[in-house]
T-cell receptor
Framework: GEDVEQSLFLSVREGDSSVINCTYTDSSSTYLYWYKQEPGAGLQLLTYIFSNMDMKQDQRLTVLLNKKDKHLSLRIADTQTGDSAIYFCAEKDSNTGKLIFGQGTTLQVKP | GAGVSQSPSNKVTEKGKDVELRCDPISGHTALYWYRQSLGQGLEFLIYFQGNSAPDKSGLPSDRFSAERTGGSVSTLTIQRTQQEDSAVYLC????????????FGPGTRLTVT
């Protein structure tokens, strides 16, 4: 079945770059997403990438997609303490549109 | 404009009671999804409505869970005879069609079963 895997925890120092990795299994997924969840808050869509792209940049965020290896990464440049949150990778089921989420990566940013 | 709203924001109930959770999607959105976020299971899909089609109930964990969507708009998720393992945050999302890239999430309902 469909599955999305992420590492559970990442700790970086303020100003460093953060790289969060994700692997997925459904090769027919049309869109892949990164969501951010701050403590006590809902899910915020950070960015997405269409499956025919291999890179997308949006300000401090860079998404890399390796479709052959089914690997997705999110790079946050100049990480700030406000970036501390849980980051979820998700793939979109091509039949229903439902999202299949990874377990979430907790990003801790130390001052 | 108004986003997806959910009510109540918090619900505490006793084991064995029934609960109803409500979702108001963005006006005009034809696709509506329910997800559940719990400590042990992460974020998991529950049910999906698309227009007037039969819903995709493949993610509902047991027959105690049901959902309906009236008039293609508001949706209610009902959990009968609640159990402690039902404690979670229930999230609703909507999108304009299943092919659009973005699902807009509501703030969620935190359900605690005591």
């Amino acid at each position: 079945g469909e599955d999305v895997e992420q590492s559970l925890f990442l700790s970086v120092r303020e100003g460093d770059s953060s790289v969060i990795n994700c692997t997925y299994t459904d090769s027919s997924s049309t869109y892949l997403y990164w969501y951010k969840q701050e403590p006590g808050a809902g899910l915020q869509l950070l960015t997405y990438i269409f499956s025919n792209m291999d890179m997308k940049q949006d300000q401090r965020l860079t998404v890399l997609l390796n479709k052959k290896d089914k690997h997705l990464s999110l790079r946050i440049a100049d990480t700030q303490t406000g970036d501390s949150a849980i980051y979820f990778c998700a793939e979109k089921d091509s039949n229903t549109g439902k999202l299949i989420f990874g377990q979430g990566t907790t990003l801790q940013v130390k001052p | 404009g108004a986003g997806v709203s959910q009510s109540p924001s918090n619900k505490v109930t006793e084991k064995g009671k029934d609960v109803e959770l409500r979702c108001d999607p963005i006006s005009g959105h034809t696709a509506l999804y329910w997800y559940r976020q719990s400590l042990g299971q992460g974020l998991e899909f529950l049910i999906y409505f698309q227009g007037n089609s039969a819903p995709d109930k493949s993610g509902l964990p047991s027959d105690r869970f049901s959902a309906e969507r009236t008039g293609g708009s508001v949706s209610t998720l009902t959990i009968q005879r609640t159990q402690q393992e039902d404690s979670a945050v229930y999230l609703c999302a909507s999108s304009s069609t299943r092919d659009r890239y973005e699902q807009y999430f509501g703030p969620g309902t935190r359900l605690t079963v005591t």
